[in-house]
C-alpha cells in the first residue's frame, strides 16, 4: 500500500517501542523508520504532513544551556518592559482606627493633597477616642518624617484642644520618632510638654531651633510679646530690613479677629472655644526669612462674613470671583471689604492688615485657609499683587493665617 491523501482509518497495531496499540502509521512514526505497508493519513491528519509531524516532535527535544540562557534573558527584559508601561498606583489611604492603646499619626504632617487627609483622619480618631469613648490613647510618631508649618500649627492646636476638654488625667501619650529630626519638632513646639511625656534630645538642626511656639487668650499680655522679642532679634541682625510695627499690627489684627470673631457661633462639630487658649502661634528666623504662623480653631469665614459685610456687597464679589470655593470666596470678601463687626475706629481696615504687612515690607507672601478654602497672596515691589484661590481636601475646621517675609533681597 502506498501513501497517499486518501481519509481512511485502519485496525490499531501495538507498538514495537511502548506496546501500545495504534494505527500503523503511529507505529511507523515511533520506530522512527517508515514501512512499506504504512496507513493512510486518520481523518484529522494529511499522510502529506507526515515530515511536519516529525518535525514537531524533534523540538521536544531537551533544551541546551545556551538556549535555556537566552530564554531567561528575554524573558526578563520582557518583564521589565512590562513594569515600565504599567501605570503608577493609586495610593491608598491609611486606615486609622480610633483604639483605646495606640493611634498612628501621618509620616507627614501637613494640609495639602493627600496629607492633608490622613492629618484630618489622625485628629477625628484621637478627639473620637479621647473625647467621645474617654480612652486615653498613645499618638504612635515613630514614622513620621516630615512636618509642614500649616499641618503642624493645626496638630499642635487640635492636640491642645484634646487635652483641655477631657476629663481624663492623662489622656495623651507621645510615641517618639525614629527619626531625631522629628524628635526635635516635636519637642522644640512643646508637645512632649502639652502630653506631660520626658524628652532628653535637644533640638540642633538649624530647621528646628529657630521655630517658637506660644498661645493665649486675648490680644496682649506676655504671649503676644514674644513677637516682638522675635522681631527685635531679627532687627539687630538685619538692620531695617523688618518693619515691627506693620508685622505687630497684622498678627495683632488675626488674634483679634480670633478672639471677636472665630468663636461667635460653633464650628461644625459643636466646638465653641477654650475659655484659656483663643489662638496658637508659630514664629519662625530662617535662611534670611522671617515666618509668622497664626491659627484659630472658629467656624471660619463664611459663617462670619454675613454678620461684618452687607450682603449686597457680598453678592457683587461673588458675581466677579474666579474660583470655586465658598470659604475661599468668603476669604476673599473679607480682605476687599476692610470692614470688621465691631465698627470700633481703630479696626477700620479689618483683614486687609494682613496684607498690609506684605505692602510695607515691598515683598512677601500670605496664605490664609478657613475651612477647606485658601487664598494665597504674593507681593514684589513694582508689580501689583497677585492672588489665588484654591481649595483643600482637609477641612481644617478653623482659621491659619501664614507670613513669610524676605529679610534681605528685598524687591528682588
Given at each position: 500500500m502506498t501513501?497517499?491523501?486518501?481519509?481512511?482509518?485502519?485496525?490499531?497495531?501495538?507498538?514495537?517501542?511502548?506496546?501500545?496499540?495504534?494505527?500503523?502509521?503511529?507505529?511507523?512514526?515511533?520506530?522512527?523508520?517508515?514501512?512499506?505497508?504504512?496507513?493512510?493519513?486518520?481523518?484529522?491528519?494529511?499522510?502529506?504532513?507526515?515530515?511536519?509531524?516529525?518535525?514537531?516532535?524533534?523540538?521536544?527535544?531537551?533544551?541546551?544551556?545556551?538556549r535555556r540562557l537566552r530564554q531567561i534573558r528575554t524573558a526578563r527584559s520582557r518583564k521589565r518592559r512590562k513594569q515600565k508601561c504599567r501605570k503608577r498606583p493609586v495610593r491608598k489611604l491609611r486606615t486609622y482606627h480610633a483604639a483605646p492603646n495606640e493611634i498612628e499619626a501621618p509620616r507627614r504632617v501637613d494640609i495639602l493633597d493627600f496629607h492633608g487627609r490622613e492629618l484630618g483622619r489622625f485628629i477625628r480618631a484621637v478627639a473620637d477616642a479621647v473625647l467621645v469613648r474617654h480612652e486615653a490613647v498613645s499618638l504612635n510618631f515613630r514614622e513620621t518624617e516630615a512636618f509642614i508649618a500649616g499641618g503642624t500649627i493645626l496638630l499642635f492646636a487640635e492636640l491642645d484642644r484634646i487635652k483641655s476638654q477631657s476629663e481624663l488625667e492623662k489622656p495623651l501619650t507621645l510615641i517618639?520618632?525614629?527619626?531625631?529630626?522629628?524628635?526635635?519638632?516635636?519637642?522644640?513646639?512643646?508637645?512632649?510638654?502639652?502630653?506631660?511625656?520626658?524628652?532628653?534630645?535637644?533640638?540642633?538642626?538649624?530647621?528646628?531651633?529657630?521655630w517658637k511656639a506660644t498661645k493665649g487668650a486675648n490680644q496682649s499680655g506676655h504671649q503676644m510679646a514674644m513677637i516682638e522679642v522675635v522681631a527685635e532679634r531679627v532687627r539687630a541682625t538685619y538692620a531695617d530690613t523688618l518693619l515691627l510695627h506693620q508685622v505687630w499690627r497684622g498678627v495683632s489684627e488675626a488674634v483679634t479677629n480670633s478672639v471677636e470673631h472665630a468663636y461667635k457661633k460653633p464650628r461644625g462639630d459643636g466646638f465653641n472655644g477654650l475659655a484659656e487658649t483663643k489662638w496658637w502661634m508659630f514664629t519662625q528666623v530662617r535662611d534670611n526669612m522671617f515666618g509668622v504662623a497664626v491659627c484659630d480653631l472658629g467656624c471660619g469665614y463664611r459663617a462670619t462674613i454675613e454678620e461684618t459685610i452687607p450682603e449686597q456687597f457680598i453678592s457683587q464679589l461673588a458675581a466677579t470671583f474666579a474660583g470655586s470655593s465658598k470659604d475661599a470666596r468668603a476669604i476673599h470678601t473679607a480682605m476687599e471689604y476692610g470692614r470688621t463687626g465691631t465698627h470700633y475706629p481703630n479696626r477700620g481696615k479689618g483683614s486687609r492688615d494682613a496684607m498690609s504687612v506684605l505692602e510695607s515690607h515691598k515683598a512677601g507672601n500670605l496664605v490664609i485657609i478657613s475651612n477647606s478654602g485658601t487664598m494665597a497672596y504674593e507681593f514684589r515691589e513694582g508689580r501689583p499683587p497677585r492672588h489665588t484661590s484654591g481649595s483643600l481636601e482637609l477641612d481644617v475646621r478653623g482659621t491659619i493665617v501664614l507670613w513669610w517675609l524676605p529679610l534681605r533681597g528685598v524687591g528682588e
Open positions: 501513501l497517499d491523501a486518501t481519509f481512511q482509518m485502519e485496525a490499531p497495531q501495538p507498538c514495537g517501542r511502548c506496546g501500545e496499540r495504534a494505527g500503523r502509521r503511529a507505529v511507523a512514526i515511533c520506530n522512527r523508520e517508515p514501512t512499506v505497508d504504512a496507513p493512510v493519513a486518520p481523518k484529522f491528519v494529511r499522510s502529506s504532513g507526515l515530515h511536519e509531524v516529525r518535525g514537531m516532535l524533534s523540538l521536544l527535544k531537551k533544551l541546551t544551556r545556551k517618639d520618632p525614629r527619626r531625631r529630626r522629628a524628635k526635635e519638632v516635636l519637642k522644640q513646639i512643646g508637645l512632649y510638654e502639652l502630653t506631660g511625656d520626658s524628652c532628653d534630645v535637644v533640638p540642633l538642626r538649624d530647621d528646628v531651633i529657630y
